[in-house]
């Protein structure tokens, strides 16, 4: 019976002691918060995260800000100063913890926190985590935990009139916050403020984990060799055992910051490698503090092994730009990445996890988060890492100049150290990149003139660009990432579109077609080494305008429609490319549908000339991938996750075994791109058809495509087809193998030029999620569509006579529509 108590006596201890040694954490972030306006004290509910404008609206006090015209009417919301608040208990035995920190994931963005009426933060950057000791100034029982913020419209004009002298980009350079939200040629102005990340206590006792990062020693085939860097806060000075998976060792910790290292070794490794090149395999690992048998703390993470080397060497062109993944030079293909909302904190996990899910399904491998916006939630770089998708990383600075004031870079070296640090263990880091378009703004853009620098103001302003991003951002990774993960490019592009250069050497941004209004066409010949920006618009899905304008204003000219298009001249500029190709519908909604279809033929035009100078250019990313808010974007994907006809274009053009179409002088050039490691050995089928099916030219060729190249496999005289009318047929090749297959077709006219007929598209229903499409007469851009939302697996393509498309559907529906490009012709 003693036995029996002893034993209890023993297990009780033990709860009791691993209670009180473990770290734990409250999420207040669920308590009732409220919000006012600033010295009213008009409490209303508000959710955090969130910011002031999704309060409002949650209340009632403003339209949605989506709707129509709204975005105008709400502009006063951020000249105003606003405050958060809530009150939660302490119980004894959490303020009995010898640790309390008190954690803001993210503060938006100019704010002071009090605790119990005392002063603990004063905040200016929304890219930061602030940590605050507070075990002093809690008590058992109630607490209030209180947070002002202040308009940072207002504080940057304030800072901006301390200048003698103008900095490109307005108010907005003054503060560390998402630069988009002031506005872009693709987003609103709302400059929101909050608390916009999670807010939460920390408690701890003998010790912490701090943080935990790795060192890449040792990769080949048969070994791997990691070296763990594990930091650990202890308030005691004792023994403590580090567990490493089923590796631990006994360490002795002094009171304070101990930084302990740990091996491991991995035998005949699985290397990570990019979608479509392999398994992105992860390895897990858990690291775990322990003392006298109680677990203090663990954290876990997911390592991918691989080498990844940015190269830049002189060659008979000029300097190469390229990735090479663990040995392998990769063409990368993939997208810019904006923020997913104009409000933040409506961006959940699954909307972070459908972005990855669309560029994977659209064959991508790389993505580059773009300078204006933010760095991400950490989910998106957990759905990159599991999916193989790189990610090139900008930091938060964009197509403006910035202060250089000492509290200035400061702030911006503790930004850079939070979220390296957080992200720095992701396999899918490629790049970290100082900015965007900011070098090409300061030699290109005319600043200088359009300021009226003096030559002081132009020296100071571009050395302050140079102490930011030459010497702070750089040195400070240096401290933060072993040599094999420090890769850094100061600006993209490094060169202007406008210079010969640019396409010689770095990476380029060309925007001659859209903003210079050439022809599609040039994209053939303004190749560069590495496309990391260039683009077009195209209109989102009807839905997605009457989700956000009422049916009456669903035209070009009305106001709603006009404020859903951010470009100065955007409609302008579509409609005038439209001109060129296209026949230009009356009826809205065909509008809608070939501003789509022009969108994706010059995509693919520039996709595919990219792809062909391969391995002169080893990268396309075109502009851009997603949307904040309903709007006509150079989007492939509108902001409900509807995909345009460019996304089903993009799938095509980027799958790994690729026929693509050219022509010189006096021939029709046939290319098959493999980015596949394994050579391809088929037979290349070319047939010449007239719209009504009939096979009126075809040729057959064998030929072997190394892995990873571009070769032209055929060539076709032009003179050949003297014979025949091209605006009444369409060659089309496809190649295969044992295990490939790629098809692609070739018009010879613009559409506008297409002699085409009216076809009977017929829909067979296969079973409840399968569809055949077939047509008697060629129908051209066929669009399938219905009344509920439903995804197709492939839409906006073309019907052969005697051909037969397989659709598969996200869901059954009962009906299913399908137009056309002959629908919205003028007959």
């Known amino acids: 019976m003693m036995h029996y108590k002893r034993l209890v006596w023993l297990i009780l201890f033990l709860i009791s002691n691993w209670v009180s040694g473990q770290k734990s954490e409250r999420d207040l972030s669920s308590e009732q918060w409220q919000f006012s306006k600033l010295g009213e004290n008009?409490?209303?509910?508000?959710?955090?995260?969130?910011?002031?404008?999704?309060?409002?609206?949650?209340?009632?006090?403003?339209?949605d800000p989506f709707f129509g015209a709204n975005e105008k009417k709400l502009q006063w919301i951020e000249e105003e100063n606003w405050e958060y608040q809530t009150s939660f208990s302490i119980t004894k035995n959490e303020i009995d913890n010898q640790n309390i920190l008190l954690q803001f994931d993210g503060l938006d963005t100019d704010a002071i926190v009090y605790l119990n009426n005392s002063k603990i933060l004063s905040a200016n950057n929304m890219f930061r985590t602030w940590k605050i000791e507070v075990k002093k100034l809690l008590k058992v029982g109630k607490n209030v935990l209180r947070v002002e913020f202040f308009s940072s419209v207002k504080k940057a004009k304030e800072e901006a009139k301390k200048l003698s002298y103008v900095l490109p980009g307005d108010e907005k350079v003054f503060v560390r916050k998402a630069q988009y939200q002031f506005g872009w040629d693709w987003g609103p102005r709302f400059v929101t403020c909050g608390i916009w990340k999670k807010v939460s206590l920390q408690f701890s006792n003998s010790a912490s984990i701090s943080f935990v990062k790795y060192n890449q020693k040792l990769l080949t085939k048969e070994l791997a060799e990691l070296e763990f860097l594990v930091q650990i806060n202890a308030g005691v000075e004792g023994k403590f055992k580090v567990n490493l998976n089923n590796d631990s060792q006994e360490v002795v910790l002094k009171k304070g910051f101990n930084t302990l290292k740990l091996n491991h070794s991995i035998q005949n490794p699985q290397l990570w490698w990019t979608n479509g090149l392999g398994e992105a395999h992860l390895y897990d690992f858990k690291i775990s503090l322990s003392k006298s048998l109680t677990l203090i703390d663990s954290k876990s993470l997911k390592i991918g092994l691989r080498t990844i080397e940015l190269v830049q060497e002189k060659d008979k062109i000029g300097t190469s730009f390229y990735f090479k993944l663990n040995g392998v030079p990769v063409f990368m293909k993939g997208a810019n990445y904006i923020p997913t909302d104009s409000f933040l904190p409506k961006t959940k996990d699954?909307?972070?996890?459908?972005?990855?899910?669309?560029?994977?399904?659209?064959?991508?491998?790389?993505?580059?988060?773009?300078?204006?916006?933010?760095?991400?939630?950490?989910?998106?770089?957990?759905?990159?890492?599991?999916?193989?998708?790189?990610?090139?990383?900008?930091?938060?600075?964009?197509?403006?100049?910035?202060?250089?004031?000492?509290?200035?870079?400061?702030?911006?070296?503790?930004?850079?150290?939070?979220?390296?640090?957080?992200?720095?263990?992701?396999?899918?880091?490629?790049?970290?990149?100082?900015?965007?378009?900011?070098?090409?703004?300061?030699h290109n853009w005319g600043w200088q003139?359009?300021?009226?620098?003096?030559?002081?103001?132009?020296?100071?302003?571009?050395?302050?660009?140079?102490?930011?991003f030459h010497e702070v951002i750089p040195k400070t990774l240096d401290s933060l990432l072993p040599k094999t993960e420090n890769r850094y490019w100061s600006s993209s592009p490094s060169i202007g579109w406008g210079r010969k250069e640019s396409l010689l050497q770095g990476d380029s941004h060309y925007w001659g077609v859209w903003w210079g209004k050439e022809p599609f066409e040039v994209y053939k010949k303004k190749v560069g080494r590495f496309m990391s920006e260039y683009g077009f618009q195209g209109m989102p899905n009807v839905k997605t305008l009457q989700s956000v304008v009422n049916e009456d204003e669903l035209n070009l000219h009305s106001e709603s429609i006009k404020n859903h298009q951010k470009h100065p001249t955007g409609y302008e500029i579509i409609n005038e490319y439209m001109q060129r190709d296209y026949v230009v519908p009356t009826k809205f909604e065909d509008y809608i549908f070939v501003s789509q279809l022009l969108q994706a033929d010059g995509m693919k035009t520039a996709i595919e000339a990219h792809r062909r100078a391969k391995p002169n250019c080893m990268g396309t990313l075109y502009w851009q991938l997603n949307d904040c808010w309903p709007v006509t974007s150079w989007s492939s994907v509108d902001y409900y996750g509807r995909w345009k006809a460019l996304h089903y274009q993009v799938k095509r053009s980027f799958e790994n075994l690729l026929i693509s179409f050219d022509d010189d002088k006096d021939n029709y050039l046939i290319y098959v791109i493999?980015?596949?490691?394994?050579?391809?050995?088929?037979?290349?089928?070319?047939?010449?058809?007239?719209?009504?099916?009939?096979?009126?030219?075809?040729?057959?060729?064998?030929?072997?495509?190394?892995?990873?190249?571009?070769?032209?496999?055929?060539?076709?005289?032009?003179?050949?087809?003297?014979?025949?009318?091209?605006?009444?047929?369409?060659?089309?090749?496809?190649?295969?193998?044992?295990?490939?297959?790629?098809?692609?077709?070739?018009?010879f006219v613009k559409p506008k030029e297409l002699n085409l007929s009216k076809p009977t598209i017929q829909?067979?229903?296969?079973?409840?999620?399968?569809?055949?499409?077939?047509?008697?007469?060629?129908?051209?851009?066929?669009?399938?569509?219905?009344?509920?939302?439903?995804?197709?697996?492939?839409?906006?393509?073309?019907?052969?006579?005697?051909?037969?498309?397989?659709?598969?559907?996200?869901?059954?529906?009962?009906?299913?529509?399908?137009?056309?490009?002959?629908?919205?012709?003028?007959?």
């Open 42 to 63: 008009k409490w209303l509910s508000a959710t955090i995260p969130g910011t002031v404008h999704t309060d409002l609206l949650k209340n009632n006090l403003i339209p």
């Open 449 to 468: 003139k359009q300021y009226n620098y003096s030559k002081k103001d132009s020296t100071e302003v571009w050395s302050n660009y140079k102490k930011l």
């Open 674 to 747: 493999n980015d596949d490691l394994k050579p391809i050995n088929g037979v290349l089928d070319i047939v010449l058809y007239d719209f009504k099916g009939k096979v009126v030219w075809e040729a057959t060729s064998t030929g072997l495509v190394y892995g990873n190249s571009s070769k032209v496999l055929f060539e076709i005289p032009k003179k050949e087809f003297d014979e025949f009318s091209l605006n009444d047929v369409v060659l089309n090749a496809s190649i295969t193998d044992e295990e490939k297959v790629a098809k692609s077709n070739f018009y």
């Open 763 to 827: 829909i067979t229903k296969i079973d409840e999620t399968t569809i055949e499409i077939t047509s008697d007469v060629l129908a051209k851009d066929v669009f399938l569509y219905a009344d509920e939302d439903v995804f197709f697996s492939d839409n906006f393509f073309d019907v052969l006579p005697n051909q037969k498309v397989i659709i598969k559907l996200s869901k059954p529906i009962k009906t299913i529509n399908a137009k056309s490009l002959f629908d919205t012709l003028k007959y």
């Open 350 to 442: 699954t909307d972070c996890q459908k972005i990855v899910q669309n560029a994977v399904d659209a064959n991508m491998n790389m993505l580059r988060v773009w300078g204006g916006g933010v760095y991400a939630d950490d989910t998106f770089y957990d759905e990159c890492d599991k999916n193989g998708i790189l990610v090139w990383h900008d930091f938060m600075f964009a197509c403006a100049m910035y202060p250089g004031g000492s509290s200035f870079l400061d702030n911006v070296k503790q930004e850079v150290i939070d979220n390296v640090s957080r992200l720095q263990n992701h396999p899918c880091i490629a790049l970290w990149c100082g900015n965007n378009e900011i070098d090409e703004g300061w």
